[in-house]
């Protein structure tokens, strides 16, 4: 047995990957849209990291808009191919609110 996680934890990501995936979101054709997003979590993991001391936050806001710019060509894609989602229901009305 061992003592050792199962997965280890990701690398943080290099020191200018914020600006860059910023320059990267400015150049997206939802740069009206997502860059602001991208600022507002950005902001608030600023804050939440000086709090905790721990640059946490900030890296899984990296993280996690490296992942939806990256996934935003196959999202682009599905959207294109014309499907019909009207007969579908929102997981939000099946499971309803969240405490």
């Given amino acids: 047995m061992s ?3 199962e ?3 990701a690398p943080p990501p290099a020191p200018a990957a914020a600006a860059r ?3 990267r979101l400015r150049e997206d054709r939802r740069a009206e849209v997502w ?3 991208f600022e507002r979590d950005w ?5 939440d990291a000086r709090h905790s001391y721990s640059l946490t936050p900030l ?3 990296v993280r996690a808009w490296q992942q939806r710019l990256a996934a935003a060509p196959a999202v682009d894609a ?3 191919s014309g499907r019909d989602e009207t007969g579908y229901v929102d997981l939000a009305d099946v499971l309803g609110t969240r405490r």
């Fill in 43 to 47: 902001a608030k993991a600023a804050e």
């Fill in 7 to 9: 997965e280890a934890p």
């Fill in 78 to 80: 599905y959207l294109d």
């Fill in 35 to 37: 860059v602001p997003a």
């Fill in 21 to 23: 995936l910023r320059a």
């Fill in 59 to 61: 890296h899984d806001v």
């Fill in 3 to 5: 003592a050792q996680p």
